[in-house]
């Protein structure tokens, strides 16, 4: 099946610094990919689709120039959260799907941001 | 904007009690897919609905997707302990479209 990695799966950093989460699909292609963000205990909200070859789209609310996503191979997607803030600290996930593998989206594992 | 109304947002019920939980649209969608979640992990698809009035059964669970295309429901038959999660219903209105989420059912089976 469609195998979806996400790097890191925590990290930590100091406010005012960036940091860059990986999504890789693994086995298959994808020229799109997305991003979301979950808070405890909630459900998943979609921040942005990544296009490869082109900009991203990002949901309303979702500051483009605070979450910079960059979708340069079919098989890698990045978001950098720039300058980020403790307001910024969440569980990061991302998701693509394999056309070929039917009609589910296939889910890494997640990344956890705490800004200090 | 689409909206997945899910229900209930939590149930707690005994190891050997069967449950269901809900998701609700205004909204028609091409498909439609339950996952389930553990903490501090991504989203793992449990299945994927496409045919309205489609029924699907994965071991205990069965899958429901309706008529209309509009909503779905999960039936757990004799629930147990590992079967604690979050439950997570996604619509989306065409095929490599967003997923919209429904907001979650927290489930936790006592043994």
């Known amino acids: 099946g469609a195998v979806v990695s996400q790097h890191p799966s925590w990290v930590i950093c100091k406010s005012g610094t960036s940091v860059k989460i990986e999504c890789r699909s693994l086995?298959?292609?994808?020229?799109?990919m997305f991003w979301y963000r979950q808070f405890p205990k909630q459900s998943l909200m979609l921040m942005a689709t990544?296009?490869?070859?082109?900009?991203?789209t990002y949901e309303q609310g979702v500051e483009k120039d605070k979450f910079l996503i960059n979708h340069a191979s079919l098989t890698l997607s990045t978001l950098t959260v720039t300058s980020a803030h403790p307001e910024d600290s969440s569980f990061y996930i991302c998701?693509?799907?394999?056309?070929?593998w039917g009609y589910g989206y296939t889910f890494g594992s997640g990344t956890r941001l705490t800004v200090v | 904007t689409q909206l997945l109304e899910q229900s209930p947002q939590f149930l707690s019920i005994q190891e050997g009690e069967n449950l269901t939980v809900y998701c609700n649209s205004s909204s028609v969608f091409s498909s439609l897919q339950w996952y389930r979640q553990e903490p501090g992990e991504g989203p793992v698809l449990l299945v994927t609905v496409v045919t309205g009035g489609e029924v699907k059964k994965l071991k205990r669970l069965t899958f429901q997707f309706g008529d209309a295309r509009k909503d779905s429901s999960l039936h757990i038959t004799a629930a147990q302990p590992g079967d604690t999660g979050l439950y997570l219903c996604a619509g989306a209105e065409a095929a490599g479209n967003k997923l919209t989420f429904g907001g979650g059912t927290r489930v936790l089976v006592k043994p």
């Open positions: 990544s296009n490869e070859g082109s900009k991203a």
């Open positions: 998701s693509a799907r394999d056309e070929g």
């Open positions: 086995d298959f292609q994808a020229t799109t």
